[in-house]
């Protein structure tokens, strides 16, 4: 059994989520996405800038592309990889799962609080 408690599974949680969202959305694994999406920043009518995704090519590029422009999709094979790290090489695995299981916590909780203080 991969969770010999709730707190096992907590810490994979938390560890899935920073994972999935250093992929997909921060700007340091850009280089990741960039052979397969193309980032465009477009000025809106109220003078903030959006930032959309367009898919490259097809292929594999493309099958790439959409893995890496959904969060949900990318969530699935992180946690896979995760729990195959965990099984294979216990001792390897063990602290990047906690590294960023802490970071991943650090990341709701400031999202919460920065929400508070700003009600």
Same mark, same amino acid.
């Given at each position: 059994m991969f969770f010999?408690? =709730?707190? $096992?599974?907590?810490i994979f949680s938390c560890a899935v989520f920073?994972? +999935?969202? !250093?992929l997909v959305f921060d700007k340091i694994t850009?280089? @990741?996405r960039a052979p397969f999406i193309e980032e465009i920043q477009v000025t809106e009518d109220d003078g903030s800038v959006s930032t959309? $995704? %367009? @898919? %490259?090519?097809a292929g594999l590029r493309k099958f790439f592309g959409e893995l890496l422009s959904c969060y949900w #999709? +990318?969530?699935? =094979?992180?946690?896979? !990889? !995760?729990? !195959? #790290?965990?099984?294979?090489i216990?001792?390897?695995a063990e602290p990047i799962i906690l590294l960023l299981a802490v970071a991943g916590a650090a990341a709701i909780i400031e999202t919460i609080v920065i929400r508070w203080l700003n009600e």
């Open positions: 010999e408690s =709730w707190l $096992m599974f907590f920073r994972l +999935t969202r !250093l850009s280089f @990741i959309y $995704m %367009k @898919i %490259k090519e #999709c +990318t969530g699935i =094979w992180v946690s896979a !990889l !995760l729990l !195959l #790290c965990y099984e294979w216990p001792k390897v």
